[in-house]
C-alpha cells in the first residue's frame, strides 16, 4: 500500500537546535499522527493533529498541518540527545498509511 | 491496560518452517493492523482487520503470509514455507479510531 513520504531522510543536529520534519501524503484525511521509534523498539504516538486544525503543541513539539498542501512538519525545539529516534508520520481517512520515516540523531 | 502484547519476542527458524506471530490487540480497538520493518523497506503495512474482518491485505507480500483474526482479542500472522528475506521485525498494532497503540514487537530471524 501507498505511504507517506518523509523528508529528511536522515537529520543531524547539535544538542540545543530545534529539529524540522516533513511529512506529505496522497489522500484525504481525518487526521495525522507522528510517532517516535527508537531504535530496536515499537512506535509510540507522539501527536495527533485533526484535518481542521492547523497547529497543536505539545511540550517541545509543535505540529502544523496544511491539508491543501497534503503536508505536515514536526519539530521539535531545544533538541536533546535523547531525541534521538525515528520519527514517523501516519494519516488516518479512508485508509491508514505511514510515512518512511526520518532519522534524528542529535549529538550532545 | 497492558497494551498490545505480541509474541513471541524472538524467533529464530530455519527456512521451509512455519512460523506464527501472535498479538493481542487492546481491549474495546477495533482495527488492527500487522506490519513489517525491515531497513531496506522501512515499515509496511501487511494487512488490517476492522471488527475482526480483514479490510486491505494488498501489503501481504505473497502467498505464504495468511493472517486471521478469529476473535477480537486476538490475531495470527503465519509464514508457512519462510525463506531468509521474511527475516523482520513484525508489529502489530491497534486503535479505534485515533492513534495506534503498538506492541513490541516480533523479531524473525530465519536461517
Known amino acids: 500500500s501507498q505511504q507517506g513520504e518523509e523528508d529528511p531522510q536522515a537529520l543531524s543536529i547539535q544538542e540545543g537546535e530545534n529539529a524540522t520534519m516533513n511529512c506529505s501524503y496522497k489522500?484525504?484525511?481525518?487526521?495525522l499522527q507522528w510517532y517516535r521509534q527508537n531504535s530496536g523498539r515499537g512506535l509510540v504516538h507522539l501527536i495527533l493533529i485533526r484535518s481542521n486544525e492547523r497547529e497543536k503543541h505539545s511540550g517541545r513539539l509543535r505540529v502544523t498541518l496544511d491539508t491543501s498542501k497534503k503536508s505536515s512538519s514536526l519539530l521539535i525545539t531545544a533538541s536533546r540527545a535523547a531525541d534521538t529516534a525515528s520519527y514517523f508520520c501516519a494519516t488516518e481517512g479512508n485508509q491508514f498509511y505511514f510515512g518512511t520515516g526520518t532519522s534524528l540523531t542529535v549529538i550532545p | 491496560d497492558a497494551g498490545v502484547i505480541q509474541s513471541p519476542r524472538h524467533e529464530v527458524t530455519e527456512m521451509g518452517q512455519e512460523v506464527t506471530l501472535r498479538c493481542k490487540p487492546i481491549s474495546g480497538h477495533d482495527y488492527l493492523f500487522w506490519y513489517r520493518q525491515t531497513m531496506m523497506r522501512g515499515l509496511e503495512l501487511l494487512i488490517y482487520?476492522?471488527?475482526?474482518?480483514?479490510?486491505?491485505d494488498s501489503g501481504m507480500p505473497e502467498d505464504r503470509f495468511s493472517a486471521k483474526m478469529p476473535n477480537a482479542s486476538f490475531s495470527t500472522l503465519k509464514i508457512q514455507p519462510s525463506e531468509p528475506r521474511d527475516s523482520a521485525v513484525y508489529f502489530c498494532?491497534?486503535?479505534?479510531?485515533?492513534?495506534?497503540?503498538f506492541g513490541s514487537g516480533t523479531r524473525l530471524t530465519v536461517v
Open positions: 489522500t484525504s484525511i481525518n487526521n
Open positions: 498494532a491497534s486503535t479505534r479510531r485515533g492513534s495506534y497503540t
Open positions: 482487520f476492522n471488527n475482526n474482518v480483514p479490510i486491505d
